[in-house]
């Protein structure tokens, strides 16, 4: 078991095989590689997307079917192979790939997510890439479902 010590979480315990590996970083945090997802009792469905490198940088994000029951992976044969997928077909959400979107809040605005490029996490390897589909018909600014 490791630990890390989180600004918004305090001391975090988890084991080594379930860091979640960015090769490339993300969007405008490349130097960040390594995060864990973390669960808090109460605010499921949410997924705190937490970097191991800096104890302030956490990301809200939220499984894309949840946002949007019906959403339709649309992964580039690139961002296929980055991720070790098949590159004949798209990956099945939940079996093969996690499939988060990043919540952006903003004051005075009601909560969104971006489906436009969601963070698909390997489940076997779990390597990890923002896939961004201009081409999906998805939008950065989601609404979120009021049932949430």
């Given at each position: ?46 997924v705190f997307l937490h970097s191991l490198s800096r104890p ?9 079917l949840v946002v949007e029951p019906d959403f339709r992976l ?62 999906s018909g998805y939008s950065h600014q989601h609404p979120l479902?009021?049932?949430?």
């Amino acid at each position: 078991m490791e630990r890390f010590e989180s600004k918004h979480f305090g001391m975090i315990e988890f084991q080594p095989e379930t860091v979640i590996q960015f090769p490339a970083g993300l969007p405008g945090f490349e130097q960040e590689s390594r995060f864990v997802a973390l669960e808090q009792p109460g605010v499921k469905p949410i997924v705190f997307l937490h970097s191991l490198s800096r104890p302030d940088l956490c990301f809200i994000t939220l499984p894309a079917l949840v946002v949007e029951p019906d959403f339709r992976l649309r992964v580039p044969t690139e961002d296929l192979r980055t991720l070790e997928l098949a590159e004949d077909r798209q990956p099945q959400i939940g079996a093969e790939v996690a499939c988060l979107a990043v919540v952006s809040v903003a004051e005075g605005q009601a909560p969104t997510a971006n489906l436009l490029a969601p963070i698909l996490v390997n489940l076997r390897t779990r390597r990890a890439l923002q896939v961004i589909a201009p081409e999906s018909g998805y939008s950065h600014q989601h609404p979120l479902p009021v049932a949430l």
